[in-house]
């Protein structure tokens, strides 16, 4: 006689990851047996892998904007999450990336993912404005500086990223080239800026 198996119900997943912003662990979903229903979710598309053991809905990684303050005090979003405000880049960050000066230590929950960067107190300083997104005040470089930080971290972003946020900028009606420039020397990266810019403008 063919056994009947019972059908996978993802709904307890659902509402907990609902409930933590879009997220859930592997150890939530096991302490209620539920490790199944995750994993049929992720094969499914209906859940994302985004690290070992933590999970995410989609739509979570598409808007993940927390209260980065409470959770980083004096943190700045920086890189893919500035790209991602800004339309600068297409990229959507599996994590919130937040700048905190160097050498400082704090610490971060599961989920919200946190990429950290650690700068040093003047490049904290320079260029860095706060916004209310999505109800929630934060810290977060302007667009020059964000595009400053893609040509230096562009190693780190990939060629191809740092490219299409230079792009997307000079397209930008309210852009100033004048400032990106200030803060390219401070930053150190004015040649290699002068030599995107060259092939753009």
Known sequence: ?????????????????????????????????EYEQLRKAVAEGEMIR????????????????VDVERIVPRGVLCLYSAFLHYDLSTQV???????????????????????????????LQLGVVKQNITGHSVLITDVERTVCDAVKYRNKIGLDVCGEVINNYLKRENRNISLLNEYAQKLRVKRILSMYLETRL
Request: aromatic fraction near 12%; charged fraction near 25%.
């Open 1 to 33: 006689m063919r056994q009947h198996m019972p059908t996978i119900n993802k709904k307890y997943i659902f509402n907990t990851a609902e409930q933590q912003g879009g997220f859930i662990t592997a150890r939530e979903a096991d302490t209620r047996g």
């Open 50 to 65: 985004v690290r070992k053991g933590v999970y995410a809905l989609p739509e979570a990684l598409a808007s993940n904007m």
């Open 93 to 123: 960050p599996a994590a919130l990336c937040v700048a905190i000066e160097a050498k400082r230590k704090v610490q971060i929950p599961e989920y919200p993912l946190i990429d950290l960067y650690y700068w040093k107190k003047e490049y």
